[in-house]
């Protein structure tokens, strides 16, 4: 198992709160990645980090936003959540080659 | 640009008998090749992955896949299956020259009857 974690697990809240899905790895990776994925289905890629204050967007386009001011941390936070950004929300991180992602558990969001 | 192709949604084989999932790719330089497997409800977990060299990996949990260039194919594979085997399998390439972001295809769902 992988030294990535993801808080919460499970989340459910009205439409229009702000929340932040919490991603940590304790294995000093510089490579960080979000994917969306709903049950079942393939993983999309909505934002990317390569290092500290470096954030790109994904293939998906996402109204999410993303920040790494550390190292081992990669939150992402929706201003105002919506039923249609319910899914799961996966991180991973990369280290140096041949870089293999690792995954955290995810976080199931429900949006009501 | 890169891409993955899972040309089976769902695979059911007999406990002890031989498990094939199939995967194609397309990488305009050398692939890097990879599979997971995601339990309910679980991230995914990492099962082997080929770089260069033995065309033949050998993974996790008695898993191991074929590497075969002229077919553009990376076919997962374990000799005798297990209920436990049962889950979502997916296989992901990136170019060995690309900025290091996973193309994934869309996964295969493995059921293994008792």
């Known amino acids: 198992e992988a030294d990535i974690y993801q808080t919460p697990r499970y989340l459910v809240i009205g439409t229009g709160k702000k929340i932040t899905l919490e991603c940590s790895q304790t294995?000093?990776?510089?490579?960080m990645y979000w994917y969306q994925q709903d049950p079942g289905m393939e993983l999309h890629l909505i934002h990317y980090?390569?290092?500290?204050?470096?954030?790109e967007k994904g293939d998906l386009s996402s109204e999410s936003t993303v920040s790494r001011i550390r190292t081992e941390h990669f939150p992402l936070t929706l201003e105002s959540a919506r039923p249609s950004h319910t899914s799961q929300y996966l991180c991973?991180?990369?280290?140096?080659?041949?870089?293999?992602?690792?995954f955290g558990p995810g976080t199931r969001l429900t949006v009501l | 640009a890169q891409s993955v192709a899972q040309p089976e949604d769902q695979v059911n084989v007999a406990e002890g008998n031989p498990l094939t999932v199939k995967c194609t790719y397309s990488?305009?330089?050398?692939?890097?090749l990879f599979w997971y497997v995601q339990y309910p409800n679980r991230g995914l977990q990492f099962l082997l992955k080929?770089?260069?060299?033995?065309?033949l990996v050998k993974g996790s949990y008695g898993f191991e896949a074929e590497f075969n260039k002229s077919q553009t194919s990376f076919h997962l594979k374990k000799p005798s299956a297990l209920v436990s085997d049962s889950a979502l399998y997916f296989c992901?390439?990136?170019?060995?020259?690309?900025?290091?972001?996973?193309?994934f295809g869309a996964g295969t769902t493995v059921t293994v009857r008792a």
């Open positions: 990488v305009s330089g050398n692939p890097y």
């Open positions: 294995m000093g990776h510089d490579k």
């Open positions: 080929y770089i260069t060299g033995d065309n």
């Open positions: 980090s390569y290092g500290v204050n470096s954030t």
């Open positions: 991973a991180s990369t280290g140096g080659p041949p870089d293999t992602q690792y």
């Open positions: 992901a390439v990136r170019d060995s020259i690309n900025d290091y972001k996973l193309s």
